[in-house]
């Protein structure tokens, strides 16, 4: 036995300097990035949330298990993983204490044998669902509506060869050491047992030595695999429960994270940018948590195969940006980890032109990430939404964003525009700031203007935000929900020119200064009115008021004019009388559903209408698909690919609607160009219109049309 432990325990110590030489490399690299101490348990976490992150993101794949089949077969792989370190125990067991041994008191349970073997078995079926997706998709990989275009498909196949080799050689061993008589399992382990029934007859010294063989390679391909995982995409394996527990809570969606540096977060009155680390403009600039993301990704392209800008042409991948970052961490690290000038002079040539790359450029200066990329992003969170992971694209994206806009000045010009009327005027428009009581004057009931204080008695603060005071069909949604409170008794009052956009526009581009500038000055003048609770129309409006001022100092109970109205409707202080005999399809919007979680209740108000007859587009809920404003992207072109808004309207065009309904002034807009623009080309019938649920439901309740008014 002595060759065999000598074979063992030096394969298992080369194999071990391997693997911990790279995890070194890894730790160390990952250390080198900028600290995120909100991130540390010490200065704030929550247990319990660590835990169910765990339980139900970890081992409960709950993101994976929505792709049913491929979800599946990944959850019982996991499993396998974690179940057959038992039988890890054991081989090592036989290794140095004899082919006998058994794991000390439930060593010999045959339960633990049938688990064993059944989760084996699970496995090779979860492999051989994998393999037909992958041949299922192979020819289609260069097509971009794979998931997999762009993923470094060879690594796959290999990680996949290698855990079929784990499992056979599984039951290679078993079985023989069930024939020889040293199997612990005496019923139970049915597979292993039926095995060793093959090697019935063999003699005691060809057992024997099948055995011990059989053993060395159990254990030889466990430790090839661990050196290959730790230097490949397989790393997730190890990397996803890290990932996962140090996430966002609850996700990484809603709010936009502060600028920090150094991990304090920044304060424009004092930062300094020759000093401070202003956004990323450099891969060292990420903090370990962004590294982490980069070294967890696991290629499976669930994120691109929902961003809207990959589907519309464009040349963002949420997950190619992330592995592009992740190559670049790699290839740049021996510059990163250098001690001095001294050493990085003596790299090879290949990693010190790695590390002249800027991070964004385009081919011209080959930029690691090119502008076009940066640009696309609409921040519709579809790539956070389903990442298994729980990567945070959004959060990268903003921060290469901020390093362009506030550092380089170098962003989309016509954004420039938006920028300076923000600055000058609080609205993106640039309109004079009395205009913003114009739509009251259209209304024929009084509407309470703050006057410094909330007037007494009322309830809500009516935050109707630039769009929904300004932009002619926005405004039309503003009257609605008025209407509606005024109807249902609500006390609310507007703050009408003391009111200046909430800068998400701003934030999103990147000029976090302007955001911080235009965020502030909304709450002073909330907190100085005694503002408790606010309804918005605007789903950016409400995802800035409820999850990002307070990052500023103003905690106000926010709801959207859909949650507010499905409860007036639900409690009966609002009842839709009038008969809408409509197909309507409604469209979520990104900062509502996804950033916010509110999906039922604009579905709920239109339930209550009598005679509207709803059907979901084929993208809806999690899964919905952008407009294509977010991310400021309204005031940007859209040069390349298919539009984002036609794309969405041909999709609801493929339900036959007679009305597209929405609850976001942006998405109102984007979604009635496309619609107009099919209209003029004989896509689309004239009567089709797009009309917030709050519009639809005051016309069942006066019982009017309201494209009347
Ligand atoms: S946020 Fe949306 S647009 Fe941006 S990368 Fe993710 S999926 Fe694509
Ligand atoms: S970022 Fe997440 S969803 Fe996208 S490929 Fe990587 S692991 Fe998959």
């Not at 526009?505 to 235009?518: D, K, N, S, Y």
């Not at 507010?564 to 009388?577: D, I, N």
């Amino acid at each position: 036995m002595w060759w065999v432990i000598l074979i063992g325990l030096a394969g298992t110590a080369a194999a071990i300097v391997l693997a911990a030489r790279r995890v070194l490399f890894l730790y160390k690299l990952a250390k080198s990035g900028q600290p995120a101490p909100e991130r540390v348990a010490s200065v704030k976490r929550d247990p319990k949330a660590d835990v169910e992150g765990q339980v139900v993101e970890v081992f409960g794949q709950r993101k994976l298990l929505k792709w049913t089949v491929a979800g599946l077969a990944h959850f019982f792989v996991m499993w396998a993983f974690i179940l057959l370190i038992t039988v890890y125990l054991e081989a090592y067991g036989a290794l140095l204490l004899g082919l006998d041994f058994h794991i000390p008191l439930i060593g010999r349970w045959p339960v633990v044998g049938f688990i064993q073997d059944f989760i084996a078995i699970m496995c090779l079926l979860g492999l051989a669902t994998f393999t037909a997706i992958r041949i299922k998709n192979s020819p289609k990989r260069l097509d971009r509506q794979s998931r997999f275009k762009g993923s470094h498909t060879g690594g796959a196949w290999l990680i996949l060869f290698m855990i079929f080799n784990v499992i056979w050689t599984l039951f290679f061993f078993r079985g023989v050491s069930s024939a020889a008589g040293h199997f612990p399992y005496k019923s139970g382990a049915f597979v292993s047992i039926g095995v060793g029934k093959l090697f019935n007859g063999l003699s005691a010294g060809t057992l024997d030595i099948l055995e011990k063989i059989g053993l060395l390679m159990h254990i030889g391909v466990a430790l090839v695999f661990l050196v290959i995982v730790v230097n490949s995409k397989h790393l997730h394996i190890f990397l996803a429960p890290v990932n996962v527990m140090f996430k966002r809570r609850p996700d990484g969606l809603g709010a936009a994270q502060p600028m920090r540096s150094d991990g304090k977060i920044l304060d424009f009155e004092e930062a300094d940018p020759d000093v401070d680390t202003f956004g990323r403009g450099k891969i060292e600039d990420f903090t370990w948590k962004g590294l982490l993301d980069m070294a967890t990704c696991t290629e499976c392209g669930r994120c691109q195969s929902q961003c809207p800008a990959w589907n519309t042409g464009k040349p963002l991948s949420p997950k190619m940006l992330i592995l592009e970052l992740r190559d670049h961490a790699f290839a740049k690290a021996p510059y990163i980890l250098a001690a001095n000038d001294e050493e990085r002079a003596k790299l090879p040539a290949s990693v010190i032109a790695e590390a002249e790359r800027p991070l964004v450029g385009g081919a011209d200066v080959n930029g690691v990430i090119d502008p076009d990329v940066l640009w696309s992003c609409t921040n519709c969170g579809a790539c956070v939404e389903q990442c298994p992971v729980d990567i945070e694209h959004i959060d990268h994206i903003l921060d290469m964003r901020r390093f362009q806009v506030m550092i380089e000045s170098s962003f989309p010009s016509e954004a420039g525009v938006m920028l300076k009327n923000l600055e000058n005027k609080g609205n993106p428009w640039g309109m004079s700031e009395m205009k913003r009581l114009e739509w009251i004057e259209e209304l024929d009931f009084e509407v309470e203007v703050v006057d410094e204080k909330m007037p007494a008695d009322t309830e809500y603060l009516f935050w109707v935000g630039c769009a929904g005071a300004l932009e002619d069909r926005a405004k039309k949604t503003t009257k609605a929900v008025a209407e509606l409170l005024h109807i249902a008794g609500v006390k609310f009052a507007v703050l009408g020119p003391a009111e200046a956009c909430t800068g998400d526009p701003a934030r999103r581009l990147g000029m976090e200064f302007v955001f911080q500038m235009l965020g502030q000055q909304n709450v002073e003048t909330l907190n100085e009115a005694g503002v408790k609770k606010i309804v918005a129309t605007c789903p950016h409006c409400f995802n800035t008021l409820a999850n990002e001022y307070p990052q500023l100092g103003g905690t106000y109970e926010v709801v959207h004019h859909t949650q507010l109205l499905s409860h007036l409707v639900e409690t009966g202080k609002l009842v839709p009388v009038g008969r809408i005999e409509e197909n309507i399809t409604y469209h979520d919007p990104c900062f509502l559903g996804r950033h916010n979680k509110v999906y039922s209740q604009p579905r709920d108000i239109m339930a209550k209408v009598p005679g509207v007859k709803t059907q979901e587009m084929h993208r809806c809920k999690e899964r919905g698909f952008c407009c294509g404003a977010g991310g400021a992207r309204m005031w940007m072109e859209e040069r390349i690919g298919k539009r984002i808004n036609t794309e969405r309207v041909d999709e609801a065009l493929e339900t036959n609607p007679d009305t597209v309904s929405t609850a976001c002034p942006f998405c109102l807009v984007m979604l009635g160009d496309a619609i107009n623009e099919k209209k003029n080309s004989g896509e689309a019938k004239e009567s089709l219109e797009v009309l917030d649920v709050s519009q639809l439901l005051l016309r069942s309740i006066k019982d009017t049309p309201v494209a009347a008014e």
